[in-house]
């Protein structure tokens, strides 16, 4: 058990949806990252949040947003769901900004998008 | 650019077998980590190995920062040990931990 926890485990909804996927990271971890994994792209960086801020954004599509809370757990909002959405998606955490650190991958919520 | 390559794409061994799991990254590539993800899709840290080596029970890790390679070395393997094998590394020029991931290692071990 990395400490970090996702809800939903699986979801499974239909295309032009919005869902939201849940994260909280391991205690006193202030990052939390967000990627997605799909048989075509692999594991792909989305996003990250440093205390609350938006630090870092990679292959993250319009359709969809992010945000981390006072608490430190985090959101993803992906709307408009398209096939293409259906994917793997981690959220991992570590200490601080995470350049020289180990990154703790939390269960994964399993999208389908029919 | 920023390049994390891996070989072999997949490995199949018998139980109790060693087996050695490589990645190339670019220069632009540091803070080397190595990953297990499990038939359930869990992703699992093995190893931050940004230069040197470390090891872990059965499994050991180099990575020669130097020549831009790392090494994931298992030994006597089991059939637990199946599953994908990532490594990743992040942007050399960059304080974030943003990881850039190689299209992993399927290695299955059989009974």
């Known amino acids: 058990d990395s400490g970090v926890t996702q809800t939903p485990k699986h979801l499974i909804t239909a295309t032009g949806q919005r869902v939201t996927l849940r994260c909280s990271p391991r205690?006193?971890?202030?990052?939390v990252y967000w990627y997605q994994q799909s048989l075509d792209q692999g594991l792909q960086f989305l996003i990250q949040y440093y205390n609350g801020e938006e630090r870092a954004k990679g292959n993250i599509l319009e359709r969809f947003s992010a945000q981390q809370f006072p608490d430190l757990h985090s959101e993803l909002n992906l709307s408009s769901l398209e096939l293409g959405d259906s994917a793997l998606y981690f959220c991992?955490?570590?200490?601080?900004?995470?350049?020289?650190?180990?990154?703790?991958f939390g269960p994964g919520t399993r999208l389908l998008v029919l | 650019g920023i390049q994390v390559e891996q070989s072999p794409p997949d490995l199949i061994l018998q139980e109790g077998a060693n087996s050695t799991l490589r990645c190339n990254f670019s220069d632009s590539v540091n803070n080397l980590q190595w990953f297990h993800q499990n038939p359930w899709g869990q992703l699992i840290n093995l190893f931050y190995i940004p230069s040197g080596t470390k090891q872990n029970g059965r499994l050991s890790a180099t990575t020669v920062a130097t020549e831009r390679y790392s090494l994931l070395y298992i030994s006597s393997s089991q059939t637990t040990d199946s599953g994908v094998y990532f490594c990743a590394g992040s942007d050399r020029g960059s304080t974030l931990g943003r990881l850039y991931f190689g299209r992993g290692t399927q290695l299955t071990v059989w009974p």
């Open positions: 991992a955490s570590s200490v601080a900004l995470g350049a020289k650190e180990t990154q703790y």
């Open positions: 205690s006193g971890d202030l990052s």
